[in-house]
């Protein structure tokens, strides 16, 4: 076989090998062998300069061939493994967003914070506005504007926690309940007013269903012709819809609040003939829930509200409380001590949010 046939045949079996190289080295090694420097094919080319004019017009043209064959042979397949990298790389770079997040959410949500957002999202869809008062209160918005003046016996009741009086003269208090937002909502706002204050209260004393710092719950509608039944309504529709329940009796019972008149206590029907269990609704047992009463006109009108043509009633309750009673949680003190394996238990999925449509509880 002739220099010339031999090194076509090597082209044309690099040809071949082209469509099938694994990647791009070895493609490259292909190309320099048929056209780089050394390649047969230029070999081939730099032959032409010494043949006749015959033999260069019979060569010329299939070696100049060969070049545009291998070229375009190379960029073909260069093309196809660059797109089989890229197919490669998204298989393996694949993310399915319909999978469940990964590792699981592990913090939760207290069962304080749970019960707030019951609260809330029941009050809310009762049409009442979510309304918040500070925790540090003035001593006068705490006490005197709800009808308790400072020598008031009342105010013994409260075993507040005082802070250091102002140079001005002020006096601070750290909030006994949440009945001062009351005052806020009433000087800031004209009637119709319906609104919820959930938040943190103060008060001297510890044991095992109380707590220093606790939550509560303040309810306040103030408009024209509000009458005590409009708030019997209220409060049923909030028990049997906090408890997840189809009905609820309740019992009112005749109190003191120095800031309502009347005033009323409402005890909830339940059964807790079951040793560690509680069922509303039925049974011979009654469960003390909430303080209330028609807003006392004196306090309406320190807070600018003219009480010959407005009336208002106002509730309010514990919290901490509700959950203990919903949740089966016996005993209040580890409510604040940031154990885990207390949070673990009584906790609540942190990525579920309680609604009345989806439900409140899970
Ligand atoms: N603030 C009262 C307490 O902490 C509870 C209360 C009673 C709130 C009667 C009210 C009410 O709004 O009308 O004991």
Redesign the pocket.
Known sequence: MSDIDEKQKRIDEILVAIPTARDERELENLRIQAIGKKGANTELLSMLGSMSIEERKHYGPRFNANTANVTSAVSLRKGQLAEEAMNARLASERIDVTLPPRPEPRGTIHPVSQVLDEVTAIFADLGFAVAEGPDIEFDDYNFTKLNIPPDHPARQMHDTFYVARQADGSQHVLR????PV?VRTMLKKKPPIRIVAPGR?YRVDSDATHSPMFH?Y???VVDENISLGHLKWVLEEFYKAFFEVDSVELRARPSY?P??EP?VEWDLRCDRSVQGQIKFGTGNDWLEL????M?HPRVLSMCGIDPKRYSG?????GVDRLAMLKYGIPDIRPFFESDLRWLKHFGFAALDVPTLDGGLSR
């Open positions: 006994t309940h949440t009945s009351q209260t509560q303040e309810g306040l609040f800031f309502t005033s909430a303080g209330s009463g807003v009633f106002a509730f309010g309750g």
